[in-house]
Each structure stands twice: as structure tokens, then as C-alpha cells.
């Protein structure tokens, strides 16, 4: 049983600042690439940014220059820092993980999800 658990959602002002975690958990045997999706209401699902094991990185256009993701691969943790804040920010950010299990067989890959996060930024 593999979990993602996200956090450090909130309430901030336009211009503010957050620092988001998603930690996995289980019986995990290696994580692949990690990566954060928000989704507004009335809208789609939609990518933020995604780190491979090795630290490459990926940005929609929409958050380059003001988001920063990263992980702590001896922690099972991927982080995204947040700044200069818009409205349009607004959504519930989740966590997805790429990740290999051995459970009494060959190794399976798959994508888990976290539960989601809340950020709801003011003007």
C-alpha cells in the first residue's frame, strides 16, 4: 500500500508565498518522476511542474519563474515553492508519484495520487 500525503495549503495574499509537501509512504521499492497538478473549479485538471529521480525539471508556462519544485529523494518527498502569488493560483494542488512496489511478485509501476491540497489566494 503506497500513499501520497500533500500539505502547507492555506489562505495567502496576492504576491504571498507557499511552500507545499507531498511525502509518499508504504511499500515502496523506487519513485520515478514526482510532480504537482492543480485544478480549479469549473476546470481541468492541469500540470504545475514535475521532477524526474534525477532532478530534471518541467514548468507549465504559466507558473515558470515564480514556482520551484524539488525533492528529498532519502525522504520520499517532493516540495513546490510558490511566489509572487495570483488569484488565478487558486485551486486544489495534488501530488503524483510514479512509483515502483515488490509485493510478493515482479515489480509493478504505477501512478499514485495524493488527496489534494488547498490554495486559495486573495486579491
Do not use: H
Request: charged share 15%; proline share 2%.
Amino acid at each position: 500500500q503506497v500513499q501520497l500525503v500533500e500539505s502547507g495549503g492555506g489562505l495567502v495574499q496576492a504576491g504571498g508565498s507557499l511552500r507545499l509537501s507531498c511525502a509518499a509512504s508504504g511499500s515502496i521499492f523506487s519513485i520515478n518522476a514526482m510532480g504537482w497538478y492543480r485544478q480549479a473549479p469549473g476546470k481541468q485538471r492541469e500540470l504545475v511542474a514535475t521532477i524526474t529521480e534525477g532532478g530534471s525539471t518541467n514548468y507549465a508556462d504559466s507558473v515558470k519563474g515564480r514556482v520551484t519544485i524539488s525533492r528529498d529523494n532519502a525522504k520520499n518527498t517532493v516540495y513546490l515553492q510558490m511566489n509572487s502569488l495570483k488569484p488565478e493560483d487558486t485551486a486544489v494542488y495534488y501530488c503524483n508519484a510514479r512509483i515502483s512496489t515488490v509485493v510478493l511478485g515482479p515489480i509493478s509501476v504505477r501512478d499514485y495520487w495524493g488527496k489534494g491540497t488547498l490554495v486559495t489566494v486573495s486579491s
